[in-house]
Each structure stands twice: as C-alpha cells, then as structure tokens.
C-alpha cells in the first residue's frame, strides 16, 4: 500500500516539474517574440532619425551659405568668405549624396 502511494506521489511530482518547466520555456519563448519584432522597429527608427539628422545637416548648410551670400549682396566678396562658402557647398553636397546614396540602397 504504502509503496503505490510512494509511486503515485512521486509520478505527480515528476509530472508537475516536467509541466512546470516545460511552461517555462513556453513563456520565455513567447517574452522573446515580441522583441525581435520590437529590435526591427527600432533600428527602422533609428535609421529615420539619421536620415533626419542628415537632411537637417544639409539644411543648416544651406542656411549658412544663404546668410553669407546676403550678408555680402552686392559687395566685393572677401578670398577668405568664398572658401568658406565652396566649403560649405562642397560638405552640403556630400551630406546630399549621403542621403541619396542610403535611400537608393534602403537603408533609410
């Protein structure tokens, strides 16, 4: 008698930790899941914001050349302000193809 309680006992103790466990696995798989699909999210926004940070770059670029181009309107131009504006023209251009280089590819 006493040894078919030890066995019964001892079978729904064993069943109880394989169901516990396997219920274990089960739920971390499913913790998993959500952040695989939540680490595609946010690398597409991260690529967003780079791709804003850039157009913003070349935004400010333009900006700058605009505001010396005016501040000498009509004036003889110094040496030293037209290298700073074909500076500033040439580094607006890279950032451009920058952009146009990651949205060809996708990466944007």
Not at 24 to 42: D, H, L, V
Not at 87 to 92: F, G, H, N, T
Request: net charge positive; glycine share 4%.
């Amino acid at each position: 008698m006493w040894k078919k309680v030890a066995f019964w006992s001892g079978l729904f103790l064993t069943l109880t930790a394989i169901g516990g466990l396997v219920w274990n696995f089960e739920t971390r798989w499913n913790q998993t899941q959500p952040c695989i699909a939540n680490a595609k999210e946010i690398k597409l926004t991260q690529l967003r914001i780079e791709q804003k940070i850039q157009e913003d770059n070349a935004r400010n670029l333009q900006q700058r050349i605009w505001d010396l181009e005016k501040a000498y309107a009509g004036q003889e131009v110094p040496h030293a302000v037209k290298i700073e504006i074909d500076k500033l023209k040439i580094e607006r251009e890279a950032v451009l193809r920058c952009i146009d280089r990651q949205l060809s590819r996708g990466t944007f």
